[in-house]
């Protein structure tokens, strides 16, 4: 008989369209075979849920250390994207003398059928990290560093930070929590979690942004 238990998230009711997102996922190199299955999990929810792949972007950095930095960055970066992917509202019109060279248009119209990647902020970022406890005080300093930092960046951003970062104490947890695990049981891979939660708050943000909730239960 299979131990009971009450965890797990409860599957959401309302199928989730995607297709309009444009996420990041910034991820550690550190344990990479975790890492690898974590991250191809992630990118086959997302796309599952209709991400289109030219909209998915992924980033490495070392250690999940450096993972805050990296994401606050994404964040910023995908805005000056957007400043500069924006039309010249002017058409292109010159003001200088008769002699001046015209000015170059930008916003040029991509050819048609053509599904240029979007220059849009990004909707979401999922930071995916392995913590494996040694024997020092290491794990401990650089787990509660790093989900305060994240935390604390999508309050500062009101973007979405998906906390991807597995925080376990032997390698055998890291396989299992990435549906690779050594026995019979392979366990369940996170990463799927992860992508789906990326396109729920995504939707749900751009929702409470524009002042619209969900219909409360009488």
Request: charged residues 20%; proline residues 6%.
């Given at each position: ?10 599957p959401?009711?309302?199928k ?7 996420v ?5 190199r550190?344990n990479?075979?975790?890492?690898d299955a ?19 972007i ?25 400043a500069a992917?924006m ?8 003001f ?12 040029t ?13 990004f ?6 990290g ?8 290491h ?18 951003t ?33 990463g ?24 409360q239960?009488v």
């Amino acid at each position: 008989m299979s131990d009971p238990t009450i965890k797990g998230i409860e599957p959401s009711g309302v199928k989730y369209d995607g297709s309009s997102l444009r996420v990041a996922i910034v991820h550690a190199r550190w344990n990479k075979i975790v890492i690898d299955a974590l991250l191809s999990g992630t990118i086959n929810k997302l796309k599952e849920f209709g991400v289109k792949e030219h909209n998915i972007i992924v980033e490495s950095v070392p250690g999940s250390f450096e993972l805050p930095l990296a994401c606050s960055r994404m964040i910023a970066g995908s805005h000056v994207q957007e400043a500069a992917s924006m039309p010249d509202l002017l058409g292109g019109l010159s003001f200088g003398g008769a002699n001046s060279p015209p000015a170059a248009r930008s916003g040029t119209p991509a050819p048609a059928g053509a599904a240029p990647p979007s220059k849009a902020p990004f909707d979401a970022v999922i930071a995916i990290g392995v913590l494996i406890k040694g024997s020092t005080m290491h794990f401990e300093y650089i787990c509660d560093s790093v989900s305060h930092a994240l935390m604390k960046l999508q309050m500062d951003t009101s973007v979405p930070v998906i906390f991807g970062v597995l925080t376990v104490l032997t390698e055998d947890q890291a396989l299992e929590r990435a549906g690779i695990g050594r026995g019979v049981s392979k366990g369940h891979n996170h990463g799927e979690d992860w992508g789906a939660a990326a396109v729920e708050m995504s939707l749900h943000a751009r929702r409470w942004k524009e002042g619209k909730f969900a219909t409360q239960a009488v």
